[in-house]
């Protein structure tokens, strides 16, 4: 394509791209003022595509379609509304036929087969209305099991060979509440067996909904509908509101021209000619391009730096995009020089670079992958991530490859520097983790994401966990910052000089929809969330997961991207307020690219709807980010809040990621440390560690009412443990799905004015429970927290209203004027966690002698049975426990928070059949406790992944990884 032509004379159009990219080359770069050129025309012209595109309203009935046209490859045919009562599909045969068979391939991804396990098939022999739901005659109600698709070769197949059927319409209905969606439907008739007749013809359904597929708009216009009127306009309009913004009025005259030109066209008694609408498009884009880089906050940028770098490999999520064997190669380190001047020019930052520290000393970034750059904040220093990319990209816990072989220095990413003109490079870090995202903090250290801690994803495959560390610039002095039990990403730092991050939150609740945006000091200090943690009513009502998270200059607001957990960190773009009450959906957000929706949670398929992505505010109105409005080979663009883009640069060949100017910037206010965890806070503090604390002010300041008359008087601490086996259920710690191992620490009590101090545990992941006085859970968290050397945290209350002010206390809470009270212990078997040394006890000494089977009554013997549990558990457990689920899901089941009263052993059948019966009057107070302990830790069976065995034995096994 050739670069953009003056469509109007120069003494009009003193704006066109010739003036502001003149053709002067910069000597030693690659001037690339051409190639700008060439693919700034070519965005517009796909912007015009777009904007005229014939597109057509999806509706129940092209939704539908999705099912009967032949393709069994995709996720699913058609999707009705979510939650939808009584949800129904069917086709229009055309004619009455004898039926063979019905052949259903359902939906499999996401572990989503089992929706359909009570499908129902009905027929009617004539075309009816889409309310005649009483026409119909149920023919076929499937008992159960669950079916599955083309790729597992086990579909429904529905057989009328016992019973004629005779049908003209077929509907498939899931009785009660369902996201019903299904890939294809076929049909056989008696008179052909071999043909389904059902292809191409007619169908509908009861909605649709944000996940039903629209039609592919036309890929080629009609010419009456190619550089409409209508969008030049538009482009005019915005040129003017954009000029408002900006306070720029040299241009009206060259508006004026624009204006008068559209005017002559729409008098036109026949369209104008194709040639001269382009030509007029054209122009008005000129315009608003000159307009939008006139704006100061894009002129005083003198250099952009980015990287260039393919979409990983292998398996398609959140955690995989960032292990070092799924690194594409290729790309590099780049830096564009007056990027918004007269002649942009383009510099490969490492081009003559050579490490001169590490195992790669002596050689050249060449052949690799890179990642998240971040710039300190003298503009003198460059931090990015680089994998040699030499491992095999796919599924390590299927072979592809083995485990092993998959996490090796040279498949992993590791941290270098460099200096502003390419010269000092240097491997910071090295090893078979995985370390990226790298992030300069105000008092001179490098936060970064690491896998060193251990542990691993519990609820997939061979997926390390990842949470944020940091170290000295030169790389030496690592420390952990989080103890998150599962994945962070994305530091930034605030302007406040707090870290600001992702982080993966799902104790004891849906694995998919809680990866939002946290806080805490740069020394790892009290990790919070305002934001996103606990969606409310349903999942689909807000973004799963939000990436890139970065403070706006001069705000308290957030720029991020709203992505996929079953995909990568593109998206569309948000702005988050947490000033603003958090109602569980969209109260904190606006939507600043609403022509993308949110992948996973409003689009499905994912891919498509990874548009936008790293973006970098420069204020509440403009940001620099990378967009491809197909998803693929995304450029550099400015965009500003009123849905103005504009292409900065673009490779042909290769993704743009993580644009962001290259030079000095103010820093944020340098947060004392106030742990002793680094090796210079520790010389500061003459070598000693003193003691961590937690402190709660009041535990009756809360957000939920608690039950009337309830009175704290302890609080219970308990450990969740990171996982250390990397397969989901291996082993099934007990009759809750996917949950976490954890150890009860013990108890620490609650003075009468609701105030609590004790000594915490160091690099722990725990978790509180408020105590009644019969030490039942009142309220119990569903999430962790942790502390460092020498921190001292402090709570104001119970989950308070993060909104309010703090409540003003007229005098040192009681708890805060003694020592730190000192955990104390729960029953033997709390600690390790041991159903087997915990309650087995209890049933063997009160319950087997009535309960052992005979008669009718549940069996409570301690034998282990086939499924790796006691009989007694199986036979307690799921009907009369207390536990949570954690699985794609669970949310619909459990909710996202846990509500005062509604918890633990409080909640439970059992206790309750206990309260009820002579069972517990025989039950010591310690009996009693243990019973109760068992109950609030959701109701588990094994405290540690590792040495099944002897758990089942009794014998006390300490977990591998705390």
């Known amino acids: 394509m050739k670069p953009i032509q003056f469509l109007f004379p120069c003494a009009v159009l003193m704006f066109a791209c010739d003036a502001l990219f003149p053709t002067a080359a910069v000597a030693a770069y690659a001037d690339v003022r051409d190639q700008i050129l060439t693919e700034v025309e070519a965005q517009w012209l796909a912007d015009g595509a777009r904007y005229n595109s014939v597109t057509t309203a999806i509706t129940t009935e092209l939704d539908a379609l999705g099912a009967v046209d032949g393709d069994k490859t995709e996720d699913y045919g058609f999707h009705v509304a979510s939650d939808e009562m009584d949800p129904w599909w069917q086709v229009d045969l055309g004619s009455v036929h004898r039926l063979d068979r019905i052949v259903v391939y359902n939906r499999t991804d996401g572990g989503m087969a089992n929706r359909t396990r009570n499908i129902n098939v009905l027929v009617a022999v004539e075309a009816l209305g889409r309310a005649a739901n009483e026409a119909f005659d149920t023919v076929y109600k499937h008992p159960g099991p669950t079916f599955y698709g083309a790729k597992e070769k086990r579909p429904l197949v529905v057989e009328f060979d016992e019973k004629p059927v005779d049908a003209r319409i077929i509907r498939l209905m899931v009785p009660g509440r369902c996201s019903f969606a299904l890939v294809e439907v076929e049909v056989y008739t008696a008179a052909a067996p071999d043909v389904n007749i059902a292809l191409g013809k007619s169908a509908d359904q009861k909605s649709v909904s944000h996940w039903s597929k629209p039609p592919v708009a036309n890929a080629i216009l009609a010419e009456e509908k190619q550089f409409s009127l209508e969008h030049v306009a538009d482009t005019l309009q915005r040129a003017v509101k954009l000029a408002q913004r900006l306070r720029i009025t040299t241009v009206s005259g060259q508006i004026s021209v624009l204006n008068d030109r559209l005017d002559a066209m729409r008098a036109l008694e026949n ?157 910071l870090t090295d090893g078979s983790e995985n370390d990226f995202d790298p992030c300069v903090l105000p008092g001179g250290r490098i936060a970064f994401i690491s896998e060193r801690r251990g542990g691993f994803l519990r609820c997939g495959r061979h997926c390390p966990t990842y949470t944020l560390f940091s170290m000295e610039p030169d790389g030496s002095d690592i420390i952990c910052l989080s103890y998150h039990e599962t994945h962070e990403w994305n530091p930034s730092v605030n302007n406040d000089g707090m870290i600001v991050y992702t982080r993966w939150d799902y104790v004891d609740r849906d694995s998919d929809i809680a990866h939002h945006k946290w806080f805490c000091f740069p020394d790892g200090r009290d990790p919070r969330t305002n934001h996103g943690n606990y969606p409310h009513p349903h999942r689909q009502s807000r973004p799963w997961i939000e990436m890139r998270i970065r403070s706006i200059p001069g705000s308290h607001r957030y720029i991020g991207v709203a992505a996929a957990h079953h995909g990568h960190e593109f998206g569309s773009l948000i702005l988050i307020d947490p000033h603003i009450v958090d109602d569980g959906a969209l109260s904190q957000l606006t939507r600043l690219t609403p022509e993308v929706p949110f992948p996973e949670s409003e689009a499905r398929p994912i891919r498509p709807a990874m548009v936008y992505g790293t973006p970098w505010p420069l204020s509440e109105q403009d940001y620099i980010c990378v967009y491809d409005a197909e998803a693929g080979n995304r450029g550099i663009f400015w965009v500003d809040s009123d849905g103005n883009r504009e292409l900065i640069y673009r490779d042909p060949e290769i993704p743009c990621v993580s644009p962001r100017p290259f030079q000095p910037r103010p820093m944020p206010p340098v947060i004392p440390n106030a742990t002793t965890q680094t090796l210079a806070a520790r010389k500061a503090a003459g070598g000693q560690d003193r003691p961590a604390t937690i402190g709660v002010m009041n535990v009756y300041e809360t957000i939920m009412d608690w039950p009337e008359g309830t ?185 996202a928070r846990s509500y005062p009263g509604k918890v633990g052993a409080k909640a439970s059948k059992l206790m309750a059949r206990l309260d009820a019966s002579l069972c517990g009057e025989g039950l010591s107070d310690e009996d009693r406790r243990r019973i109760i302990v068992w109950l609030d830790a959701n109701t588990e069976f094994y405290g540690a992944y590792e040495n099944i065995l002897a758990q089942q034995r009794g014998e006390i096994v300490h977990p591998a990884l705390e």
């Open 711 to 895: 009175e704290i008087t302890d609080l219970r601490v308990i450990h969740l443990l990171p996982k250390t086996t990397p397969a989901p259920n291996d082993p099934r710690i007990g009759v809750a799905e996917q949950s976490n191992a954890r150890a009860i620490l013990g108890t620490v009590p609650v003075e009468k004015d609701g105030s609590a101090y004790f000594e915490a545990p160091v690099g722990k992941s725990i978790y509180f429970q408020a105590l009644n006085r019969q030490g039942m859970a009142v309220q119990s968290m569903r999430s962790i927290t942790y502390v460092h050397p020498g921190e001292r945290l402090t709570c104001i209350g119970c989950h308070e209203d993060k909104h309010a002010a703090p409540p003003k206390f007229t005098e040192i809470p009681t708890a805060f004027r003694r020592d730190p009270s000192p955990i104390s212990p729960e029953p033997e078997g709390s600690n390790p966690f041991s159903y087997v040394r915990l309650v087995q006890p209890v049933l063997d000494n009160h319950c087997v002698k009535c309960h052992n089977g005979e008669n009718g009554s549940l069996d409570l013997c301690g034998h282990i049975e086939d499924n790796g549990f006691a009989r007694s558990y199986n036979q307690l457990a799921k009907d009369y426990g207390f536990y949570y689920d954690v699985w794609n899901g669970s949310f619909e089941v459990n909710g």
């Open 271 to 427: 369209m104008p000619s194709l040639g001269d609408r382009r030509e007029l498009y054209l122009n008005a884009r000129r315009l608003l391009r000159e307009i939008a880089f006139s704006n100061p906050l894009l002129q005083d940028i003198e250099r952009l730096l980015f990287i260039k770098r393919h979409d990983a490999a292998g398996e398609f999520h959140m955690c995989d995009q960032y292990y070092g064997f799924n690194a594409v190669p290729g790309g590099g380190v780049y830096v564009l020089d007056n990027p918004f001047g007269e002649s942009p020019t383009l510099r490969n930052l490492l081009a003559d670079s050579v490490v001169t520290s590490g195992r790669l000393a002596g050689q050249k970034l060449e052949g690799g992958s890179f990642l998240s750059p971040d710039v300190s904040y003298d503009g003198k220093t460059v931090y990015f991530a680089y994998s040699e990319a030499k491992g095999t990209p796919g599924r390590p816990d299927l072979g592809t490859p083995a485990p092993e072989e998959a996490w090796t220095p040279e498949a992993s990413y590791h941290i270098f520097r460099v200096n502003a003109d390419g010269t000092g490079l240097e491997q």
